[in-house]
């Protein structure tokens, strides 16, 4: 499995905990900055993790500022993106499950790094269900 990660300033410091948890875990991460804590704009990182998802270069892709929130609205924005905001292990599990999420953004203001690597690795290890219905739906998104 391959990774791509991004963030802003808001979520750098979180970033950096999950670049080591996933060197740990040995997963190949490509990581496209920020490259530090200075203001910067996150639709600017959003774009660039959600192109590697979509040349089909990465697998997956996780997308961390304040909130999460403005990270997943740019990511949505590109087609066949599937961007899910998940603060919790349920939503990570259920979004990889039903979804077929392939970007998973958190907020690094909302949570600690203790939930967000245990969303990290649910949202990893989860396949999506294959079922029909869930096909459909994605299949219907515009
Ligand atoms: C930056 O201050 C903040 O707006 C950003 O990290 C994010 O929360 C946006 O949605």
């Known amino acids: 499995m391959k990774l791509a990660i991004g963030c802003d300033h808001g979520g750098f410091e979180l970033k950096q905990e999950i670049l080591k948890h996933l ?3 040995g997963i190949e991460t490509t990581d496209v900055g920020c490259p530090d804590s200075t203001s910067c704009d996150y639709p600017v990182y ?9 040349s089909g270069e990465v697998d997956l892709g996780i997308l961390i ?3 999460g929130i403005g990270m997943s609205m740019a990511a949505n924005k590109e087609p066949g993106i599937r961007a899910a ?8 599990k ?4 039903h979804n077929n ?3 998973l953004c ?4 909302v949570i600690g790094p203790g939930p967000a ?3 990290v690795d649910t949202f990893l290890d989860t396949p999506f269900s294959e079922d029909e219905r869930h096909i459909r739906r994605i299949s219907l998104f515009s």
Do not use: P, Q, Y
């Not at 905001?85 to 990570?92: P, T």
């Not at 259920?94 to 499950?97: D, G, N, Q």
């Not at 958190?106 to 203001?109: F, I, S, T, Y």
């Open 101 to 103: 999420a392939n970007v």
């Open 65 to 67: 500022c304040g909130t």
């Open 106 to 109: 958190m907020g690094a203001r």
């Open 85 to 92: 905001l998940c603060h919790d292990v349920f939503s990570a």
């Open 94 to 97: 259920a979004t990889k499950e």
């Open 117 to 119: 690597l245990m969303i």
């Open 46 to 54: 959003a774009k660039k993790v959600t192109e590697l998802v979509r």
């Open 23 to 25: 060197k740990e875990r």
